[in-house]
């Protein structure tokens, strides 16, 4: 690890940051403290998935699986076998974890190329859908309903959505720091060689096997715990919300237009992102049908068309440009 | 065995349209690089104008080609000169993500015209039945099959044998030589997008009759046509025919021999394992 993860860490902007988050439970109103909630659920996922996605640069279709495992197994373990959510949270996290490792696997083994990786991806995100539907066990096409949440911290139940807010504070900071630990860590160094060229990696003697299957592993479990504790906030296991594709395209759309490969843009695309979804949903939601999504694709075309290379690097940029800016070391925090 | 029979052709008729639909994608991305994942709703925009149409005009779509294949053309040429040509040289992945931008804007434009109810455009055909010894073929199906096939020959000539044919290969090839043997490349890239999108209004029209439409059916097209051109190799026009079968077959062997749910996911698993043990595609020797 080099000081640049300390220094983050002991960086006065993160702290100063979750200080002045934490009481927002108490000042906001409910309808923007859900919007808030979900805006740190998908940073959270956007950063899990950039480890895989942004640094190894391995476009995986497959998070929806990981997230699913996490949300759908555990609410199933519990209310099929009685199984503390606790401890379903970990099996779905090691189920999660030892399907990444075979597709990693399978993309080292076979060696697939960007676009069959992809598809392959996609191929099994949509099985692991099919599977859900069809297994009454996990819920079949109706999903599962969760015991309301009284706050019994051993349960693990947060007490409604303050309790929700605090815990997707942590998992979404927990991710970001993830994030920050592995650019600053050989790993990260080994991903992104892996990622600008496969086989001068291999030829230099980088353990390609071994780092791809460690960056979709740590990125797999992330997403599985983050789905967990997304299902006991919306207490309502839905599949058609948690294990679709459609939850993965959203992310990769974040962590793309945020700027991809960096610890902070994923972030900074879903922070940006999911509320406007929302806000553009809340207002105009019952105008005409669609006409919200409509909008929301028109953002999301003007901003890829003015910022090409994602949003971070042109907050970079104007972040150097301001004025009395300091040599030209760059920002650790977005703005 | 009239099971087994009754499955294999529905899946090659099925198929074909799928190879169609796969092969307007393969040709963008050999000449330019894009993975369209609106396509998909391309088609869906298709079947919606075809409905219009037939509302408006009581055109059958068959008919409607004549003005949807000209309107969506110009439709793509935009896209692409005003959408896609500005991302050239940045990240794939934006690429993409500008796509499915589009394809929100495409879905939800269609929802706020037409409504979100499953609608039916009929055609004069579309109850016909062709009955041969055991096998019972739909006559739309028949119909999609045999101008499937002409269409892909058809293309296959153009590309073979006409200047500009010769052109899109030369640009698949290496856009900057081309671009000193004096070919626009630019130009190139438009008309492709723009023949890649028209194709797919021919597409719309052939899998319409009988089919229910929605305004949020574009994804799975996407996907199909995803599997089918990875399938064929990206670019290679026989691989990408031959793509579309196996999805077809597959797909129709699923719904006929199993149940709901496993029959669903033949055509996935079948896609996989056919990518481990054969990942440049289907077909031997090099593309085109």
Redesign the interface.
Same mark, same amino acid.
Request: cysteine-free; proline content about 7%; hydrophobic content about 60%.
């Given at each position: 690890m080099r000081p640049e993860f300390y220094k983050v860490l002991a960086s006065p902007v993160l702290w100063g940051i979750l200080i002045l988050a934490a009481p927002l439970p108490f000042l906001l109103p409910s309808y923007y403290l859900h919007i808030v909630i979900l805006s740190l659920v998908y940073v959270a996922l956007a950063s899990s998935w950039n480890i895989v996605?942004g640094m190894a640069g391995q476009?995986s279709l497959a998070h929806s699986l990981f997230i699913g495992t996490g949300a759908m197994l555990s609410t199933a373990l519990l209310l099929k076998l009685g199984i503390n959510m606790w401890v379903g949270l970990l099996i779905s996290a090691a189920i999660s974890a030892m399907l990444a490792a075979m597709i990693a696997w399978?993309d080292y083994r076979?060696?697939?190329?960007?676009?069959?990786f992809v /598809? #392959?991806t996609?191929?099994?995100a949509?099985?692991g859908g $099919? &599977?859900v539907?069809?297994w009454d066990f996990l819920g079949g096409a109706s999903g599962l309903l969760l015991p309301r949440d009284t706050g019994h911290f051993l349960d693990f139940q947060f007490g409604g959505s303050h309790g929700a807010f605090w815990v997707m504070l942590l998992l979404a900071v927990v991710c970001v720091l993830v994030n920050v630990a592995i650019l600053n860590a050989p790993l990260g160094y080994y991903l992104r060689t892996i990622r600008d060229n496969e086989n001068a990696a291999r030829a230099i003697g980088v353990n390609v096997l071994r780092y791809k299957v460690a960056a979709m592993v740590i990125s797999a479990v992330l997403a599985s715990i983050v789905g967990t504790a997304y299902v006991r906030y919306l207490t309502f296991a839905d599949p058609y919300l948690l294990i679709s594709? &459609?939850i993965t395209?959203e992310i990769?759309?974040f962590a793309?237009?945020g700027g $991809?490969g960096s610890a902070f843009g994923p972030a900074l695309g879903a922070l940006l992102l999911v509320p406007l979804g929302e806000i553009l949903r809340g207002q105009l939601g019952g105008v005409?049908?669609? /006409?919200h999504?409509?909008i929301?694709?028109?953002v &999301? #075309?003007a901003v890829? $068309?003015i910022t090409?290379?994602?949003l971070l690097p042109l907050f970079e940029r104007l972040w150097k440009r301001r004025p009395g800016a300091a040599a030209t070391r760059p920002p650790t925090v977005a703005p | 065995m009239a099971e087994f029979l009754q499955a294999l052709t529905q899946g090659l008729l099925i198929g074909s349209t799928y190879g169609l639909l796969a092969l307007g994608m393969g040709l963008v991305y050999g000449v330019s690089g894009v993975?369209n994942f609106a396509h998909g709703d391309f088609i869906a925009l298709g079947m919606f104008m075809c409905l219009a149409l037939y509302s408006a005009l009581s055109l059958d779509p068959y008919v409607s080609i004549i003005i949807t294949v000209p309107v969506m053309m110009g439709i793509g040429a935009l896209v692409y000169r005003y959408?896609l040509r500005?991302?050239v040289g940045?990240?794939?992945?934006?690429i993409v993500?500008?796509t499915?931008?589009?394809?929100?804007?495409l879905?939800?434009?269609?929802?706020?015209v037409f409504?979100?109810q499953p609608a039916r455009t009929p055609s004069a055909v579309e109850s016909k039945l062709w009955i041969l010894g055991e096998v019972v073929m739909r006559v739309p199906h028949v119909i999609a099959f045999v101008v499937s096939f002409a269409l892909a020959i058809g293309l296959y000539v153009m590309l073979r044998s006409t200047d500009f044919g010769r052109s899109i290969r030369a640009v698949h090839q290496n856009a900057h030589a081309a671009s000193l043997m004096g070919i626009d490349v630019g130009r190139v890239q438009v008309l492709t997008f723009a023949l890649g999108i028209g194709i797919l209004a021919i597409a719309a029209a052939l899998l319409l009759p009988g089919t229910p439409i929605q305004?949020t059916m574009g994804?799975r097209y996407t996907?199909i046509t995803?599997?089918v051109v990875?399938l064929g190799g990206?670019t290679n026009f026989v691989g990408i025919m031959l793509g579309g079968l196996v999805i077809g077959i597959s797909e129709a062997f699923g719904t006929i021999y199993l149940?709901?749910?496993?029959g669903?996911?033949l055509p996935?698993?079948i896609?996989?394992l056919i990518?481990?043990?054969r990942?440049q595609g289907l077909t031997w020797g090099a593309a085109r």
């Open positions: 996605g476009i399978i076979f060696r697939l190329g960007h676009l069959s /598809l #392959i996609l191929a099994f949509e099985m $099919l &599977v539907e069809g594709p &459609v395209i990769v759309l793309t237009v $991809l005409l049908p669609g /006409l999504y409509f929301y694709g028109i &999301v #075309i890829i $068309l090409p290379q994602g | 993975v959408l500005p991302m940045y990240k794939f992945l934006m993500q500008l499915l931008g589009l394809s929100l804007v879905q939800n434009g269609i929802l706020m409504g979100g305004p994804l996907v995803l599997l990875v990206m149940s709901d749910i496993l669903m996911l996935y698993g896609f996989v990518m481990l043990f990942p």
